[in-house]
């Protein structure tokens, strides 16, 4: 029988480049949402760049990992954005993930290209 997974409810704050256009920001929250995270509870919307996630992970996964994984899916939101020819630039986020205690900034490597 395989392991069971662990869920974990992660929460994400993210702060834009200063000369990010709007319809960029708008595109990287679509990108969020279309990838599962969600910026609204029961109808009422989250404080603006911050989405949740409920995520499973295996057995043996850290919090760390599942720390890694959402700071992953922003990369590759934000990486969508600049695909469509739209500047956008991550200077930080801030992961929470709930279960398991592991939160922090998410490592500046994981980040957009454009961010400082």
């Not at 009422?44 to 919090?63: E, G, K, M, W």
């Not at 720390?67 to 930080?92: F, M, N, P, Q, S």
Request: glycine share 8%; hydrophobic share 45%; aromatic share 6%.
């Amino acid at each position: 029988m395989p392991a069971p997974l662990r869920k974990f409810v992660c929460t994400m704050t993210y702060q834009l480049a200063a000369d990010a256009a709007p319809e960029a920001a708008k595109l990287l929250r679509a990108e969020l949402c279309g990838r599962r995270w969600h910026d609204r509870v029961a109808d009422r919307p989250l404080p603006n760049n911050t989405v949740f996630i409920q995520r499973s992970a295996a057995a043996d996964a850290t919090t760390h990992d599942v720390h890694d994984a959402c700071a992953r899916d922003l990369k590759g939101a934000a990486e969508a954005v600049a695909r469509a020819g739209l500047k956008l630039g991550i200077t930080r986020a801030w992961v929470h993930v709930s279960g398991g205690g592991s939160y922090g900034l998410a490592a500046g490597e994981l980040l957009s290209p454009d961010g400082d």
